[in-house]
């Protein structure tokens, strides 16, 4: 039997904790407005804080190795008291021997939909103790609206992701996951989603949903996962949790040791609940985006990023066509890509780590460049790799300087990896990245980085936490350039998007939506990360090559106004007809974009299945309360009779829609006639006040 201790209204949301017969303390949340559907939940409460300390006793029921929750440290844990203080709840724990003070708090702010929780963990002992798991949040009880194990009534969303392949939205059942209870309501059940790395955005985003089918209710979670993580859906009896936090021993290697009167914090994780499906829930989510980000742009840019020019080989020569041919056109910011280093024959990513611009290409000084984009009236910007070397450079030996494991450095190939750790690194950085950014007068950078470190570094008492210290000191580097050089505009890329988690987000301006440059597949990603990032923060990318058709250019940069706008290709032979389309797309996108930088999204889908094989189309309309934005994009397959959009009745202040196809607009229900495959059109609405 379980024992309500507290509840609290925040927001929109009710949130309820209770105590079972075991000592126990556990929460769970839901939309206030289902408050009276709530009944008595027959099962135990799933603990607030787990954690699991060596030498534990393991947990039972055939959970070793799939999980390190319910362990005896976890159950160690008695319930002191609760308390608020201004915007969080805290609850505090104490362990029977007196060598563990642990507090959980949830942190609610006025305007979010989502409420933060993290753990600390204090060393009240004598004597060191290692931690292998700790979470970052537990939500148990699920679901609250039935009082048995729910069949066939729950369903779990994942966000999968993969080079060029970001953010795709899973369902799957309950019972298709084999998380259904056991005839004798014992053995864990566990579906866990994670990576390991310092590519955090493998396999999976650090995000997902639990829908209620019957009631149409949804919590989400999401994660700060800069290194490795993971978030498991478990069950033992009728209720199920979802836990999340940094990637354990078993799963990441990661152990700490805390010595007393030391503390460890985990990071966030985020909860939301609401009347409505996973898409609803994961625009929620995005307040605490909003909240974190930094508020340099106020709306999103149109931007040139010559990569998809000079594939790795900008040159002042070049650069100088670039901007010509780019004058007048309202570009305000100009990055220069990958390559500016290069040294002789060898390509991009073998050379960088040094970061000394090629006399060859450069013969002016890298400065001539950067002055002539700004006389231009463009903000330049300037690509580094900061946390890396290629194997061509001249750091690339110096080992005192990289990360090890077991004692080897780490060698992907073509690059290793710097020690951000390190001091004499960090002076390195400082003189090499921050001050080119400062001498150059460069006012944007992009900072990439293309591989991954793997499971972990040596430098610490683990190799998962040497990886996650690194990672840390990588985000210290990243708010020391904000510092150094005010005003800049800081681009968060990973091979394209495997680094869009929500602490990296939040000390970067934008990050790079994906590595899918021509792709047809463009707008399926851009919308999908809708879901899981802020459109204002989406740099997507439209590369217009001299042979495009009209209906091709518009393709591509309508899916850019499904985040920031960010040309490239071969501006320098383009005709006027295909420039008349492209101004076209920049003016509307300009129009348009406040609603880009605030609201809530809705992605409708039909057909599309095979990122290889493209068919089908999508919708996405972009709400901001007063006005939407509306794209439509047409793929591969049969040409659809009718695309029908739900929006709000209003009026259509501006469209772009191709020859050969058509639109009517009747009573907020918006139709398009496509014309051809691989189309796409847009419309602003300004919605009705009545």
Known sequence: MKQEISRFIRGDM???????????????????????????????????????????LLPADYAAGNTMCGSASTFSLIFEKQYTDGDGIVTCFRDGSGTKEVTHTLVFSEKLRAVECFTEIRNTGDGMFTLEMISSGNIGGLTPYDPGEAPDTME??????????????????VEQLCLETSWAIQGYRVKRIGQRGS???????????????????????QLEAPASWQIEARRKDYGLAVTGGIADFDSGHW?????????????????????????????????????????????????????????????YGNLKEIVGALKGKGMEYLVIDAGWYKDGENPWHRTGGDWIPSDELFPQGIKAAA?????????????????????????????????????????????????????????????????????????????????????????????????????ESSKEFFRRIRKEVPGIIMENCASGGHRLEPSLMSLFDMASFSDAHECV????????????????????WAVIRKDDSIRRIYYSLISTFLGAMCLSGDVT????????????????????????????????QSGVTSYSDLKGWQTVVRDNGEEELVTVHVFGGEVPQKIDVVTGAGDILDHICMDGSSFRFSEGVLTVYPGSVFEAAAFRIRKSLI
């Open 255 to 315: 152990s700490k040791d805390l010595y007393p009167g030391q503390t460890f914090r985990t990071p966030s994780m985020y909860f939301t609940a609401v009347s409505g499906d996973a898409e609803k829930a994961s625009q929620r989510l995005l307040d605490i985006h909003e909240k974190n980000r930094p508020k340099t742009l106020s709306l999103p840019p149109v931007m040139f990023n010559e990569y998809c020019t000079t594939w790795g080989e900008p040159s």
């Open 199 to 221: 590519l955090p955005i493998r396999n999976h985003f650090p995000f997902m949903a639990v829908h209620d089918r019957k009631r149409n209710v949804t919590w989400a979670v």
């Open 521 to 540: 597949t463009i707008p399926v990603i851009a919308a999908n990360l809708h879901r899981l990032i802020l459109p204002m923060q989406s740099q997507i």
């Open 573 to 604: 032979d383009l005709s006027a007809e295909q420039w008349a389309a492209i101004d076209r797309a920049v003016g509307f996108y300009r129009d348009s974009r406040h609603i880009i930088a605030h609201g809530d999204s809705r992605v409708v």
């Open 371 to 471: 002055d002539m984009i700004r006389d231009a009236g463009t903000v330049p910007g300037i690509w580094f790799e900061s946390e890396t070397c290629g194997s061509e450079s001249r750091m690339h030996d110096r080992e005192d300087m990289l990360l090890k494991r077991n004692g080897y450095v780490i060698d992907t190939g073509t690059r290793r990896f710097l020690d951000m750790r390190k001091k004499e690194v960090n002076d390195y950085l400082d003189e090499r990245v921050i001050g080119q950014l400062k001498r150059y007068g460069f006012g944007y950078i992009k900072n990439d980085y293309n591989e991954s470190i793997g499971t972990g570094v040596d430098g610490a008492e683990s190799l998962g936490e040497g990886l996650r210290l690194s990672v």
């Open 14 to 56: 009710l949130l309820i904790y209770e105590k079972d017969d075991r000592g126990m303390v556990g929460f769970t949340l839901v939309p206030a407005e289902s408050e009276s559907l709530l009944t008595k939940k027959e099962c135990a409460a799933a603990p607030l804080v787990e954690l699991y300390v060596r030498g534990d």
């Open 156 to 173: 779990i969303t994942t966000a999968t992701s993969a080079w060029s392949a970001e953010g795709a939205m899973v369902t799957e059942t």
